[in-house]
């Protein structure tokens, strides 16, 4: 079992910027990770993802904004979060597939990000 620990959330002013991070405490070369968010009384959806190897792909409406990243040397994914909006407010959660135990999938417990003046 492969656990996912969040930081890195808070309260920031609009045009403001954080940084999360995701450290899995095993196997982390071997994800592929990500980060949903989810905003109250809506859908949880993908914000970004990054392979093994480095490849990212983000959600239409972040790119430019948000930038994920990796470390496998440190079993951390970390997640810049710049010029955040209101509508940016939602729970992050982490995220972790592995491709070679047929995707099997690992949530963090999730980190409030709130976006406010």
């Known amino acids: 079992q492969v656990q996912l620990v969040e930081s890195g959330g808070g309260l920031v002013q609009p045009g403001g910027s954080l940084k999360l991070s995701c450290t899995a405490s095993r196997s982390f070369s071997a994800l592929t990770m990500a980060w949903f968010r989810q905003a109250p009384g809506k859908q949880r959806e993908l914000v970004a993802s990054?392979?093994?190897?480095?490849?990212?792909n983000y959600a239409d409406s972040l790119k430019g904004r948000f930038t994920l990243s990796r470390d496998n040397a440190k079993n951390t994914a970390y997640l810049q979060m710049n010029n955040l909006r209101p509508e940016d407010t939602a729970v992050y959660y982490c995220?972790?597939?592995?491709?070679?135990?047929?995707?099997?999938?690992?949530w963090g417990q999730g980190t409030q990000v709130t976006v406010s003046s």
């Open positions: 995220n972790g597939k592995n491709p070679f135990l047929n995707n099997r999938e690992y």
């Open positions: 990054i392979t093994r190897d480095g490849s990212t």
